[in-house]
Nanobody
Framework: QVQLVESGGGLVQAGGSLRLSCAAS????????MGWFRQAPGKEREFVAH????????SYADSVKGRFTISRDNAKNTAYLQMDALKPEDTAVYYC???????????????????WGQGTQVTVSS
């Protein structure tokens, strides 16, 4: 069992930056891929980025590529999402998720993720 808690959300002006953190409980954090997803009002949850259990592989949604950076620190049981050049369309609740234990590859969808945090609100004003 993995419990996830996100932090770092807030209100920021367009062009600004935020860094989200996802703290995980337990000793198994390093076994899992970590993903970030987001859900805007009236829209379905969408993939943002993920990082492999080793940290050696990352993928991003086209909408955030070049602006967001995902990373992890297995010693601290924490994953991060650095968000730069934020746009109003980035406004959403951001969720971190863990899944794909020791898998070589996972899909950029939520079906490979077993554990989810409660989410943190990110609001970007224009």
């Amino acid at each position: 069992q993995v419990q996830l808690v996100e932090s770092g959300g807030g209100l920021v002006q367009a062009g600004g930056s935020l860094r989200l953190s996802c703290a995980a409980s337990g000793r198994t954090f390093r076994r899992y891929w970590m993903g970030w997803f987001r859900q805007a009002p009236g829209k379905e949850r969408e993939f943002v980025a993920h990082i492999s259990w080793s940290g050696g592989s990352t993928s991003y949604a086209d909408s955030v590529k070049g602006r967001f950076t995902i990373s992890r620190d297995n010693a601290k049981n924490t994953a991060y999402l650095q968000m730069d050049a934020l746009k109003p369309e980035d406004t959403a609740v951001y969720y971190c998720a863990a899944g794909g234990q020791f898998r070589t590859i996972v899909t950029m969808t939520d079906r490979d993720y077993e554990y989810w945090g409660q989410g943190t609100q990110v609001t970007v004003s224009s």
